[in-house]
């Protein structure tokens, strides 16, 4: 469907919405949200193709993603008995079971990813529902197969909280964190001084995971890129890269412009 925002786009667009809302999402809630402001930092390479799933179809599978991962919660801390009204950890032992356990979590993470890429039953049956977006945005980061999901999220996500025996409120910091790092990895922009960008792999990082040869690399998620490093399955990019022709040029004019006004 055309999208160039003429009014008859828009009216073929709003004739569609009324027979199935996918397309009308799919083209105009993006462009909505994306100021133009912030284009200059967002991911947006001219060869990179186009999602093949409207935002409609990527809304409600994450809801059911959060579904279950609520049941498995509760059926959880249902059958393994642990005590909620225990002591507060200190925040000494609450850093080092962070740090521990963003590196167990990093660690099951990017075996489970790499044997969801290297295994071809794996990947075409689940993983490869996350690769339907070629373009990431932030509420599609946990937009999964719910195989792939369970394996991959909730049992990455809850190992270290059990193993590491973490206080409710130390569980409840670190796996709030871990999604945030998640839909981060996934929200399209890489905007300057972000404090998770400095500390952190960034979106662009896990954005090149998602289409053309960075599919057979970058794995490693949420945190570091160590395991990557490690298993040599790093793809070397420059931030340069990842931006559209359009701002490209016009950071090129820009520069031409101030080259002129210098030398006058
Ligand atoms: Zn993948
Ligand atoms: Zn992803």
Known sequence: MASNGTALDFGHDLVSFMK???????????????????????????????????????????ALQHFIQMV?????????????????????????????????????????????????????????????????????????????GLCMDTVGGGLPVLLLDMHPWTATLFTSFATIKTV????????????????????????????GKGIRYNFSQPFFTLWDELGGTIYPYSLDDMVSDEVKKEAEEKKHLDAKRKAE
């Not at 959880?76 to 507060?88: K, N, S």
């Open 184 to 211: 981060h990895d996934h929200c399209g922009y890489v905007l300057p001084f972000d404090p998770l960008h400095l500390c952190f792999a960034t979106a662009a990082y896990h954005d090149i995971h998602h289409w």
């Open 20 to 62: 199935h809302p996918g397309p009308v999402f799919d083209h105009y809630l993006p462009q909505t949200l994306d100021p133009k402001f912030l284009r200059r930092y967002k991911i947006d390479p001219p060869q990179r193709p186009k999602n093949k799933v409207s935002v409609g179809h990527v809304i409600s599978r994450v």
């Open 72 to 148: 498995v919660a509760i059926v959880f801390v249902w059958i393994v008995p642990r005590d909620l009204e225990r002591e507060m950890e200190d925040v000494g032992t609450i850093l080092i079971k962070l740090m521990i356990g963003a590196f167990m979590l990093d660690t099951y993470q990017y075996w489970m990813h790499r044997l969801f890429h290297r295994n071809k039953f794996l990947y075409r049956h689940f993983h490869s529902v996350h690769h339907e977006l070629t373009v990431p945005y932030a509420f599609g980061a946990l937009y999964n197969h719910p195989v792939e």
